[in-house]
């Protein structure tokens, strides 16, 4: 389903971009007209830290909408491990435009890296579970896509991409509709074909009660591993694993091993889009042309 949205990248990518230009450059660069418009240049980005890296066709972009005859030359690509001091990329043409889109591309590529390199450390600390990381919709307006395509990148998966293509029923759904089972059911008669229902239950009868209405993705909200333990049991004796369980909330990289460990099939983070820091890059010049 989430490849459909990627479909459309390119498109996103020149908003997302041209969004960020106009909001730093707006009537125009002042200062890099300090710098003749005919000079032109040559830089290098190097990162300071080891990373996963990704963003690299919003770096391109940034300098295609301000000179499309700026070259970018790679040496990783999106989802590589890159080392301390590795040189990403080698940026050539007039050096009004490489100091002008210089912090709108490196802003993209140390937040979309960050993104990668957070949701790797966690797919790594898993590694050999069944549990895949998954992430949520706690991204920063206007670069939800940009956010969950650095999570693939990270080797994570996309839960919904918002609101438009999948149901889950929260706490305050469920009370608004006056239970579990009157909540899935009127999901299911406005649920369109390929469109998912998933609820959320914060006790093990809530469970029970989803399991027997016949939910089949269920996400378990702010469980212990005792619970997740149990409830991973009562799926099994209930409906033969006829039900996806996804733990959710307090869940940090000192305990997600734990909590895949549980037998649970998913595990959904919002820390992979929303508690991150930026990667430590660099773009410096190396010449005047």
Not at 5 to 22: C, D, G, P, R, W
Not at 199 to 221: K, W
Not at 260 to 272: H, N, Q
């Amino acid at each position: 389903m989430f490849y459909d949205h990627f479909t459309y990248m390119e498109t996103e990518i020149k908003n997302n971009v041209s969004q960020a230009l106009l909001e730093d450059v707006g009537a125009g660069d002042l200062t890099a007209g300090l710098v003749p418009c005919d000079e032109t240049a040559a830089a290098t980005v190097i990162s300071r830290q080891e990373a996963v890296m990704c963003g690299g066709r919003w770096f391109d972009e940034c300098f295609r909408q301000l000179e499309p005859q700026v070259e970018v030359r790679w040496h990783a690509q999106d989802g590589e491990t890159v080392s301390a001091g590795q040189k990403l990329c080698e940026v050539k043409g007039t050096a009004r435009a490489l100091l002008t889109g210089e912090r709108t591309a490196l802003n993209f590529l140390q937040l979309l890296s960050a993104v990668a390199t957070q949701t790797r450390c966690y797919v790594n600390a898993i590694s050999g579970t069944d549990a895949v990381i998954v992430d949520t919709r706690k991204t920063l307006p206007g670069l939800r896509l940009a956010q969950k395509y650095g999570v693939k990148c990270g080797g994570g998966t996309n839960h919904r991409i918002g609101l438009y293509d999948g149901i889950l029923i929260k706490e305050n759904h469920i009370i608004a509709s006056g239970g579990i089972e009157p909540a899935l059911r009127a999901a299911r008669k406005i649920a369109a074909r390929g469109i998912f229902i998933q609820i959320e239950v914060e006790t093990l009868q809530d469970l029970r009660t989803a399991l027997n209405a016949g939910a089949t993705l269920i996400l378990l909200d702010n469980f212990d591993l005792e619970e997740l333990r149990e409830a991973v049991v009562l799926n099994a004796r209930l409906t033969n694993k006829g039900a996806m369980l996804e733990a959710s909330g307090g869940i940090t990289l000192d305990n997600v091993r734990a909590v895949a460990k549980t037998g649970v099939d998913r595990i959904s983070i919002g820390s992979l889009t929303k508690d991150i820091k930026a990667i430590d890059l660099s773009m410096r010049f190396s010449s005047r042309t």
